[in-house]
Every structure is written in structure tokens, then in C-alpha cells.
């Protein structure tokens, strides 16, 4: 067995490992007051907009998110069907007598 067998032809190369966020337990917990979705400000990679169900969330970071205070907010779907439903009152109101 020669030596080359054993050692890497290239040492310099290190294997491709991704990167991963710290992740910091937040103090509050963004969630979706309308279908209860978590958004995860700490997802890797960082994405705008990543929201998970709590078991996908307690997967992700090991944490229970029913240990950590809510905070309420809209997910973009939810938030889309709550502007719709806005704008139509507003314009049954507007043609109303
Ligand atoms: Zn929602």
C-alpha cells in the first residue's frame, strides 16, 4: 500500500460542510393569530419569510415553542385573506346608502 492511498491528494480541501446559524431562543414567539403558524427568524438560511408549524419549529431548534411567550402577528397568507376581507367591508360600506 503506498502512501498516496492514505493520504488525501489534496490536503487544502476541506469537505463541504454548510453553515450554521447560532441559534438564540427568542423571548417572544412570533405566531400567526389566524392558523397558528410560527414565523422562524432564525431558519438557515436566513429567508424573509419562513414560518413552520410548531412541530416543524420544535424539530428545527429543539425547543418547545409552547415554553416561550407568543407574540401575534399575520403570516403573508393569512394576512392577504384579512386584507381582502378589509377591503371588501370598506367597499360595501362605501356603496351601502
Ligand atoms: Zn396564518
Redesign the pocket.
Known sequence: MSLKTLVPQNTREAPFVPMRATFIAPTLLPV?C????IRDDNSFPPSLDCWLTQRTYREAHGIDPTEIALTHT??P??FRKAQNTAQQYFREIRTSP
Request: net charge negative; glycine share 12%; charged share 10%.
Open positions: 400567526c389566524v392558523c397558528g403558524l399575520y403570516c397568507e393569512c
